[in-house]
């Protein structure tokens, strides 16, 4: 049974860091791509950056513009885990950080950025 499971979000104040984990279960998430989704209140669920399935060639990142130079995506093969570093956070990054691969979606870590 595939199974994600989103962590690392919280508190923070604006220009702080997060990192978010999106660990699998049931499956070798290596091999699939994966993309992280936010869903803010009252609007709809965006794309926020995607990483491809490992290659020889390394993996492909790519990333939505109003995240772009300040988040990262990264996988921990050993994990079987990919992460979303996120720094510099401003209070419009506040809402709900979703992992998604292979159709499968995990149940959302929350992610505040105020002061």
Known sequence: Q???????GGLVQP????????????????YYAVA???QAPGKEREGVSCISS????????NYADSVK????????????TVYLQMNSLKPEDTAVYYCNS???????T?????S
Not at 2 to 8: I, Q, R, Y
Not at 15 to 30: D, I
Not at 54 to 61: A, E, K, N, Q
């Open 110 to 114: 929350q992610v505040t950025v105020s």
């Open 69 to 80: 130079g300040r988040f990262t995506i990264s996988r921990d093969k050993s994990k079987n």
């Open 15 to 30: 220009g702080g860091s997060l990192r978010l984990s999106c660990a699998a279960s049931g499956f070798t998430l290596n």
């Open 54 to 61: 490992s290659s020889s060639s390394g993996d492909s990142t």
């Open 2 to 8: 595939l199974h994600l499971v989103e962590s690392g």
């Open 36 to 38: 992280w989704f936010r």
């Open 102 to 108: 292979r159709s499968s979606w995990g149940q959302g």
